[in-house]
């Protein structure tokens, strides 16, 4: 079943206020971007993340993770190193 976000009575006078207004119903409607986590690694981590991952492909995420919190001093989860190596 999906989920359904319901809307307070203040955000639909807003929606229709923008569609009394001539905007049209695509707009008003459009998904909001973003609201995502915080990322814990930096463009240029992922990469030396990948990269590391590359070099040794027996190297578990765990491994990787690791030998990241050697380099860099900065803790992440495998689950981390597993996303980002799934970015190629």
């Known amino acids: 079943m999906s989920s359904r976000h319901h809307i307070d009575d203040f955000m ?8 009394e207004e001539g905007r049209k119903i695509t707009d008003v409607a459009s998904r909001r971007h973003g609201g ?6 930096t463009p240029a981590e992922d990469r030396y993340i990948v990269l590391s ?11 990787v993770a690791n030998q990241f919190l050697a380099a860099s001093g900065k803790q992440i989860s495998r689950k981390t190193v597993a996303r980002r190596g799934n970015t190629e």
């Open 36 to 41: 995502g986590g915080v990322r814990s690694t």
């Open 53 to 63: 991952a590359k070099r040794n492909r027996r190297t578990t995420a765990q491994q």
């Open 12 to 19: 639909r006078d807003r929606i229709i206020g923008k569609i």
